[in-house]
């Protein structure tokens, strides 16, 4: 649909549509397949030269747009079978549905190294938490500090 900039806005444009009242919003992210930091930088108000496509109408009757999906040059259409439209709008709707389907994420970088100090495995000595000689564990009935904690080298005297 060939289309006119009726105004531009920090999240999108708004488009004149040709036989409709109200106006269609081109979010940032639909002005190009490349990313906008500002909608200055690929529209300008009172542009009429912009192709752009219904990827959606919601409930209450507000238009979305795409730029992204039709050739500017030609007003060829670059995603005919809504594809790329429909996977936008699903991403749109459940956000967190993709990262669901993927299970969790699971950390498997464990350092393949022996402390020299402690000798425990999976960390260095500068990151060994370990002190030698100056705490030590104690049990409850051989200090009047707490109860199974580290305690200070004077309770051990």
């Known amino acids: 649909m060939y289309s006119a ?47 752009v496509k219904v990827i959606d109408v919601d409930e209450k009757g507000k238009v979305s747009l795409s730029m992204r999906s039709v050739n500017q040059s030609t007003g060829q259409d670059q995603d005919p079978q809504h594809e790329e439209a429909m996977r936008q709008q699903e991403r ?25 100090q402690c000798g425990g495995k999976g960390h260095l000595k500068s990151e060994c938490m370990v002190a030698k000689g100056t705490f030590d564990m104690i049990s409850f009935e051989s200090c009047a500090c707490l109860s199974w904690l580290v305690v200070c080298a004077s309770c051990l005297l």
């Open 92 to 116: 749109r709707k459940n956000p967190f549905d993709a990262q669901s389907k993927r299970g969790p994420i699971t950390l498997n970088a464990v350092l393949n190294t022996v402390c020299p």
């Open 5 to 51: 900039v009726a105004s531009i806005r920090d999240f999108g444009a708004f488009i004149a549509l040709p036989g409709f009242r109200s106006h269609g919003l081109v979010h940032i992210s639909q002005l190009a397949s490349f990313k906008v930091n500002s909608v200055d930088e690929v529209l300008a108000e009172g542009d009429v030269n912009v192709w």
